[in-house]
């Protein structure tokens, strides 16, 4: 069958990582990236991906600074079938008549609003509610986190209700300098924080309430839930519950790893792209569970987890892999997704 | 001829990538790396690389966390030619006899004093004098920046005195979580600051001064340097001394890499293993000439620095490549070493 051809309009944090993600898919080919920006952040690009300006004044700033500018936005897009917008907050919105009158499909990420496509996304929990459709809308990291576990936790019938406290990092490495929160933390002005209600618009059942911090970091979320269950429940029925979900990876206290840089050392180690992280990480040892009551605590790389899940949105719109499961296969076998960054997942349970 | 048997004592920040630097040459093999921890700090790299215990306190911890331990540090230097010792300060120079008892050739790192081998260590400075020697000690990472950056301004007859400021990472990302300064600076309690001396072991005319300070970051240090020249020279004699070191490579405000995290995520970007810069990077548009005075900034990434003047050390005391120029081109292809990371260099100046 014919490959999906993809755009990214945006090449920041998360297009350029969805840029390299759809370069290693095998039903799918990259039509080019758009972007406004004519410095180092794109520069590197230029010798792997077609590069598209986003607007007309940017094409100019780009080839006087030596960028290889294939054409405009609206070329990029006329030579593409999917379009994947990865542009800041509230910018994507405004994109949306531009690209329906391409007559291409488009994802949004989580920065826009539900209602902008009418249906959020992450994989395991929706896939087949998007088959087929002009659009959707990748959650934020942290909401696809919350519905990975919750979502693992409520397929196995455990899940009544969760309430969880989201540490979130301040800002993103490559921004750091142009400023930030420093040795404090900031409670978000209100409750609940609008991660919950974000989850619900793929989960509409889910109960749910989330309050969230900003804390002084500037590497990866951190979240700590009370999970009440259905019934009275064991520590590995929860942890084969999780299990389930292959983008939910295991880690432990006793491995060492003991804070937030342990894991994002441990990435780099690995020899992960960027030393992304696209899995959520789960502190095996630390999951508790006291009669119907459960806790956890989860790492969540904000920079790469969405970006599996926008190639299954990809996939999905496209509409010809039909089934959630394919995809996430697909997905996790070209980017090495793993259960378990150490150990053999299978033997370790 | 045949390969180089390397054996790597202490798998720690700097053991780590040595290690997968020896994987990358031609003309060596990896016997193994030896440590003590059983943790997830070695477990990534039980599937790729022979593994032998330090200490048998360690062997055992090891082997019942599932490492695949192959044998004991004795077993690993019987069977290699050479060791690299990345054990922490001050542990290698009690290693020192065990090395010679196996008959051993070995290279120390920069946490150890010049006495320990006699010989201390920059590959454009002092390849030769090692040739074929027992034993060599790589300067540090802030000396090794030292020494190619002034080194190349000697090398041009344009040094006369150098005086810098050095502004170093509080501590590594990896145990950050152990402790470090926050939110503050530190300045070294004696000035000169121990690394002008350090560079004098290489370059013993060299007229240098540095002061020292720790700030509140963890990645990469930072260089401030005032240099006396020998004569008014213009900045562009000054940047085509420099560009004549490989190992120097060119940065620019002008492209945005505005700060210190800028460098770390284009690393990231280009898809350096780890986000390693193993070359020196000098703001090129920051280089300043006053008549006789020049003035430079520029970034070291303090993690990966030494591991090319490791790998020319290893092929210095081996002794048949026995010019500099040669191991140089050998080490810098393996790894991709570029002077430029966003433009073709010979275009740039």
Redesign the interface.
């Known amino acids: 069958m014919s490959r999906i051809r993809v755009a990214v309009n945006g090449y920041g944090v998360i297009g350029?990582r969805v840029a390299d993600a759809v370069l290693l898919q095998p039903d799918m080919e990259l039509a080019g990236t758009a972007d406004i920006?004519s410095?180092?952040?794109i520069?590197?690009a230029a010798c792997r991906i077609p590069i598209y300006a986003a607007t007309d004044e940017a094409q100019h700033t780009m080839l006087a600074s030596?960028i290889p500018v294939q054409g405009s936005l609206d070329e990029l897009l006329d030579s593409s079938d999917i379009v994947v917008d990865s542009t800041p907050k509230h910018v994507a919105a405004k994109n949306i008549e531009r690209y329906r009158s391409a007559g291409l499909k488009f994802v949004l990420q989580g920065g826009e609003s539900h209602q902008t496509t009418g249906h959020s996304f992450v994989a395991e929990a929706n896939y087949q509610s998007a088959l087929g459709r002009e659009s959707t809308r990748v959650v934020s990291c942290n909401t696809t986190s919350i519905v990975r576990v919750l979502g693992a936790l409520d397929n196995a019938n455990l899940l009544q209700k969760a309430r969880g406290v989201l540490f979130r990092r301040a800002t993103d490495?490559?921004?750091?300098?142009l400023g930030g929160i420093?040795?404090t933390v900031v409670p978000e002005d209100k409750i609940p924080s609008h991660q919950g209600p974000d989850a619900q618009t793929v989960m509409p059942d889910l109960d749910i309430i989330t309050i969230a911090a900003k804390s002084s970091h500037t590497q990866t979320h951190n979240h700590y839930w009370t999970l009440h269950l259905t019934r009275e429940a064991s520590t590995t029925e929860v942890l084969q519950a999780l299990q389930k979900d292959s983008r939910i990876a295991f880690i432990r206290m006793?491995?060492?790893?003991?804070?937030?840089?342990?894991t994002?050392?441990?990435m780099?180690?690995?020899?992960r792209?960027?030393?992304d992280m696209w899995e959520v990480a789960i502190w095996e040892d630390l999951v508790t569970v006291n009669g119907n009551e459960a806790y956890l605590t989860y790492q969540v790389c904000n920079e790469a987890i969405v970006v599996p899940d926008t190639i299954d949105a990809i996939r999905a719109l496209d509409g010809r892999v039909e089934d959630a499961e394919s995809s996430i296969r697909i997905t996790d076998q070209s980017l090495g997704m793993r259960q378990d960054?150490?150990?053999n997942r299978d033997a370790a349970l």
């Open positions: 350029k920006t410095d180092w952040r520069a590197p030596g490495p490559w921004e750091s300098h420093m040795n006793s491995d060492g790893l003991s804070a937030l840089n342990s994002v050392e441990l780099r180690d690995i020899g792209p960027r030393g960054f150490l150990r």
